[in-house]
């Protein structure tokens, strides 16, 4: 496999040439284009796994795309503008919803119950990934990687991964409006490992953006 990530960080697409019979798992809806390969969609771990992904914000159906006898092409990209991170992978990982793009065939993913964020945001699990291999995800604007040694608080909106050797609380600002849009969410990580962050929060441009919707008159 080899591959190539352009036009980063704004608009990052991933850019890659697989051999005969090589294989990628790729989230719903992120292919751009291909050539030569062969695509096969299914539930990754049957029906219960689409049905939590699909729960959690996730597609419900990841698709395989195999190479042919001359090997193929496949371009892929999120769906926010941003950056794609490529990260090899031995053990777990975690990703916020919506940030997993695609993995080699050796990598299984699984959602994980992080607890009640807000009655009306979806985002109630993270995705677990496990295995070996390449993993690519996305982020809404840039990336940084912070290496934690001790405590660390973050915004739930820039967050994107993290490792599972770091534990986690979930705490919010007062306000009801901020529990019930699971606005002013906060995760405090602490031990040791590493968690990468997004320079742009998907929850700050929808209140940037609410204001200026479309509002229906009372008037005939």
């Known amino acids: 496999m080899h591959y190539a990530i352009d036009e980063a960080p704004s608009y990052a697409i991933l850019e890659m040439s697989l051999d005969a019979g090589e294989k990628i798992v790729a989230d719903g809806g992120v292919m751009t284009w291909m050539s030569n390969l062969t695509p096969t969609t299914n539930m990754s771990g049957g029906i219960m796994s689409g049905i939590k992904r ?102 739930n909106g820039h967050v994107v991964a993290w490792e599972p050797s770091l534990q986690y609380e979930l705490s919010y600002r007062r306000g009801v409006r901020n529990f019930l849009f699971g606005e002013g969410m906060m995760l405090r990580f602490h031990g040791r490992g590493r968690i990468w962050v997004q320079s742009r929060n998907p929850l700050a441009l929808a209140d940037f953006l609410y204001p200026y919707r479309p509002v229906k008159s009372d008037k005939n």
């Open 54 to 155: 699909a729960i959690g914000g996730e597609s419900m159906f990841l698709t395989t795309y195999t190479a042919g006898s001359h090997g193929g092409t496949i371009g892929m990209a999120p769906g926010d503008p941003g950056m794609i991170v490529d990260h090899d992978l031995s053990g777990d990982l975690f990703l916020q919803k919506g940030a997993f793009l695609c993995c080699e065939e050796g990598v299984s993913t699984d959602l994980k119950f992080q607890g009640l964020r807000g009655f009306f945001n979806v985002g109630l699990l993270s995705l677990r990934l496990t295995g070996n291999g390449k993993v690519f995800f996305g982020a809404y604007g840039d990336v940084e990687a912070i290496d934690v040694d001790g405590d660390i608080i973050v915004d």
